[in-house]
């Protein structure tokens, strides 16, 4: 229900549009000029445009298929998006050879100036992260792995029963992201922070997702092998000549 909440307000539509099937034209008002963004969750297709285009998008893309509207002249890159298989987040030990710290709050500004893992953690030029909990694997005192979550404040949970009651309304959701030095690649490391941080943060009653390009192979199958399982992909860019107006 958070998530689909989530989705909704970035797509600017009822949660009911999301079960709607078949393809939910938006008119993205409160959107910039030029704006155009298409997101499917299981048989639905959300369209969402900025008032300035809707009346020629939606002309041209009406009837359109799936494959179709992504291929479509308007838009371009597709990002996966994915949840945690809840069945599978018991958390796995960790390995010897490896030393593991978790982070949370203000124990991560100790990690100011650390370069290389853009994917999950990054400072702004005031010294503020969005960051607010990581995972990380070092060897011989050297990071080599590190696991980040991002407050994502657009979504506010609502008590509504269940998981959400134990979070007073403050924001749950959290945007997770894996990055590994190239020398440690291919020995699981990713996979067993994003778990356990995963883990973690459900322990703590947060609701993490992940999120990878069509064109990351290597990033999906992470997602996969932590215990997480596709939701819904979206665009995540307008091509110059709309925005142009050309």
């Known amino acids: ?30 959107k910039t000029p ?24 939606t002309r041209h893309l009406d009837g359109k298929n799936r494959d179709e509207l992504y291929e479509s002249d308007y838009v ?16 796995w030990p960790f390995p010897e050879e490896y030393t593991f710290e978790l982070l949370t709050g203000d124990e991560i500004e100790k990690l100011k100036g650390i370069q290389g893992f853009d994917n999950s953690l990054s400072f702004d030029e005031d010294g503020n992260t969005p960051t607010c909990i990581v995972l990380y694997a070092k060897k011989d005192e050297q990071i080599i792995a590190l696991a980040g979550a991002s407050y994502v404040p657009q979504n ?7 998981l959400n009651e134990t979070m007073s309304n403050q924001h749950c959701l959290r945007e997770v992201g894996i990055d590994v030095q190239r020398e440690f690649r291919g020995k699981k490391l990713a996979s067993l922070l ?18 990878a390009s ?11 092998r932590s215990g997480y399982m596709p939701l819904w992909t979206d665009t ?4 110059d000549i709309w925005k142009s107006g050309k």
């Open 1 to 30: 229900e958070s998530i689909y909440q989530y989705i909704s307000e970035q797509m600017n539509c009822r949660v009911k549009d999301l079960y709607a099937g078949g393809t939910v034209f938006v008119e993205a008002r409160n």
């Open 76 to 91: 371009f890159g597709q990002t996966l998006h994915y949840i945690p298989d809840i069945k599978q987040m018991q958390p």
């Open 34 to 57: 030029k704006y155009i963004k298409i997101l499917s969750v299981q048989d639905t297709n959300i369209v969402a445009i900025s008032s300035d285009l809707f009346p020629e998008v």
């Open 194 to 211: 994003v778990h356990n941080l995963t883990a973690e943060l459900l322990r703590q009653g947060k609701i993490p997702f992940y999120s």
């Open 156 to 162: 506010p949970c609502t008590s509504t029963g269940g």
């Open 214 to 224: 069509v064109t990351n192979i290597a990033s999906q199958a992470v997602a996969i």
């Open 236 to 239: 995540f860019g307008v091509r």
